[in-house]
């Protein structure tokens, strides 16, 4: 069976996601795995902060409108029920939205809504906030 490319890339992220939580958990890193998990619910609720403050602009709150639209929607690529791997396709999307979000936004005002670990924030915007030659942009 030839799977499509997007779908190959997507089963290995997948199964990076898993394996890296394993190993977390493995070496005593419950809090780290725990962060990881909890990831996507942390953005949403950072999201929902986003789209009731005045100081993001209104292409950033459309943006993030839409990424919360994708995360609440009952449809995914990978069922939700499905441990990590689950929200796999809502962590890609928010990522995106995310990054969108820090080229529009102050990152002071992003880092208030953030309601986990902030160094798991920090981790998160300095993935996210690569640009095109492969190095890291400086998070605002």
């Known amino acids: 069976m030839d799977l499509p490319l ?3 890339i997507l089963l290995i992220l997948v199964a990076i996601w898993i394996v890296v939580a394993i ?9 780290l795995a725990r962060e990881l998990a ?4 942390n953005l949403v609720r950072m999201f929902g902060g986003l ?3 005045p100081r993001v602009p209104l ?3 459309i943006v993030v409108g839409i990424a919360s639209l994708w995360l609440a929607s009952p449809i995914d690529l990978i069922p939700d029920f499905v441990p990590i791997a689950g929200q796999l396709d809502d962590a890609i999307v928010a990522a995106l939205a995310l990054r969108f979000i820090l080229r529009t936004t102050d990152g002071a005002v992003v880092r208030q809504h953030w309601h986990g670990d902030p160094a798991t ?3 998160v915007l300095r993935m996210v906030s690569w640009n095109r030659r492969g190095s890291p942009r400086a998070v605002p």
């Open 6 to 8: 997007w779908a190959e």
């Open 23 to 31: 190993v977390l958990v493995i070496v005593g890193r419950v809090l």
């Open 38 to 41: 909890l990831l996507v619910p």
């Open 51 to 53: 789209l009731r403050d």
């Open 59 to 61: 292409r950033a709150k």
């Open 121 to 123: 924030l920090e981790r």
